[in-house]
Structures are given as structure tokens and as C-alpha cells.
């Protein structure tokens, strides 16, 4: 992986991690589904694998690539996104503070409340595009900032330089939540973020066709080393196949995403001029309120965005039903633009507006896209 720090990401993309296989000369790095590896007569590991669990050749070559995608050290993968922030809270001690942002992942507050709850874990929601809030919230216990940006579902951004700052100078660790930037758009970790997750169910696999999550770190710390030992000693693992999968979505990354993301601020430019429309989210437009920050610590601006409809939730939800390309479906980063009414796949306890559609952009025209979006907003 060294020897890749020169190049640019989308070499790395197609070769970090991913020789021309020693053993047969394929160029398509081979799935190795083997659970356990033969000692040699003198007890040796020679290929340095020697029970999946603890690492195989699938998982090693993921984590390499990704490592050299966000310019770190090292990295871990994981079977989901939420097992990277599970991973994370696991190296905190009962009584610790975190603090996170209030428009994080839901799936993060669920994992808090039905997951840690027995640990006595301080977390408090706070509007992290803000770093006065940031350091007026940091108490003698805080341990963790969790980031997400730009953030799940509002697209806040959160200004990385000055609240990584404020972080070390209180001795605090970072962790970025950079799925819907991705490693192409946005390197937390040259403004100051210690680690990075993503969840690789999104656009690093691209495919909607597996579920994974990678941490990855600049320097080895208290929560990387106490992560490594939820991966391997709590079993934390995803298969070889997944590690295959997402590793073979990477290649195409920084073309998708490129083009995802121009097709999003075109939607998001139109959407923003419709009647029908109330406000947009998207980083992209010079009216979204960081959108300098987000041009300074972004190239492109993603494929995610999402809107608020004038009339309403029962408009909101008439429009995802009236979509014909747009699936109605969660999740995002993959092939197939999505559609979702928010609010009702978080549930009772949702804090996003119940008038908010978000949209996860996929890799059809634009122009069928935008047609789709207007014929369904009459
Ligand atoms: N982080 C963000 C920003 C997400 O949007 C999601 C899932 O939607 C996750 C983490 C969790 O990822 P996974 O579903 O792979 O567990």
C-alpha cells in the first residue's frame, strides 16, 4: 500500500490491494472462501493467513484498497456501516460522553439506545455545523466526536478544519462519517478527522448487492486498536465474497460517483426553481448555507440531496408514489436512482420533516430523471 501514495484514486481504485494474482495470473482478484490455511511442517503461516475470522486474502486486499482511497494507515472492514460505529462505541467506557451530530444516521441512535443501553453511555445529538456548539458541548468525559457529513438525511456539512481542532485541543478523537462523499469527494483526514467509516453498502460496493461498513484510520489509537479487537475477536467480520463484491464496486467509484454527482446538482437545480418545492438540500447550491465550506473540503457535492414539498407529507408521499424510474426504496450509492419518504422509514421517533423526500441518484440520464421528478410533482 505504500507504494501507492503517489498515485491518484482512480489508479488506486483499480490496483491498490488488487495484484495480478502471484498463483494463476488472474487479473481478477480470486475469491478465497477457505476458513482455515495449512500450517507448514515447522508451524508457519507462509502467506500470513491462518483462520478467516482473523483476516483472509479477500478481506486484506478490501482493506488495503481502502486505506489507500482515504490516505491512511490502515483499515478495518466490517459486515455493515452500523458494526463500524458499533465498533467504535465499543471502545468507549461506561460513563464516557460522545458527542454526534442531531441529524445523524438514524440507524446510529438505534444502535445507542437499543445496543449501549446498558452501558451507560452519554451521548448528546448536537447541531454539529456549528463548532461553537461543538466546544460548548465537550465535557471532561467526552471521549468521541462522531461526524457525519454531509449529513443523513438534511445534508448539513460540518466543517471539518475547525471542529477537528477544537477536538484535539481538548484531546478528543474524530471519526467521519464520509458515506455520502465518498474517499473521490472528500478526505476527512486532511483537515484534521482521525478516522473515517463508511458504510461500503453504499456507494464504495455501488451496487446495491451487499451490505459492509470500513473504518479506517491515519494513525493506530485507543478506539482503531479496540475496533481491530471487536473485528477479530468479537467476529465482526464480513465474508470474502462481500469483501470481493465491494472491492470489485470500488473500481468504478470515481466514474459513478463523478457523474452521480453531476446529475445531482442538475436535479437539484431544478428542483429548486419548482413551484411545488419548498426548500432543497443539497450542498451543491450556492443557497445551501455551508456551501463554501462544502467547496472547500469537497470536489463534487454528491449524489445524495433532499426536498421539502409545500403541501405537505400527503404530497411528499403522492410523489414517491407516482415515480416511475426513481424506485421507492432506502438506502442509496447504487446503480438505480431511489426515491424515499424519509420520515416513515425512520419511524415514530423520526426527527426529519414529514414533507421531505430524499433522493439518492443513480446512473440514469439525467434528463429521464429530471422528466420522471416533473411528471410525478404535477
Ligand atoms: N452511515 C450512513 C450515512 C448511512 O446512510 C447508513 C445507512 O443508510 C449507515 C451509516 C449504516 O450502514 P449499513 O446500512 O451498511 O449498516
Redesign the pocket.
Known sequence: MPSHRNKHIETLAVHAGQPVDPATSAIATPIHLSPTYERTAEGTYPHGFSYSRDDNPNRHALETCVAALEGGERALAFP????V?AAVLQAMKPGDHVLAPEDV?H?FRRAVSGVFDLVNLEVSYIDMSDPATVEASIRENTRLLWL?TPS?PLLKITDLAATTAIARKAGILTVC?G??ATPVLQHPMDFGVDMVAH?S??YLGGHSDV???VLITGKDNFIFKHARRSQRLGGAVPSPFDCWLTLRGIATLPCRIRLQSTSALAIAEYLDQHAAVEQVFYPGLPTHPAHDIARQQMSMFGGMLSFLLKDGAEKAIRVAAKTEIFVRAT??GGTHSLIEHRASTEGPLTRTPQNLLRLSIGLENTEDLIADLDEALR
Not at 455493515?80 to 458494526?83: C, D, N, R, V
Request: charged share 15%; glycine share 20%.
Open positions: 455493515s456501516g452500523i458494526a460505529a444516521y440507524g457525519e443523513n462519517d458515506t455520502f458504510s453498502t453504499k451490505v459492509g461498513g438506502s442509496l
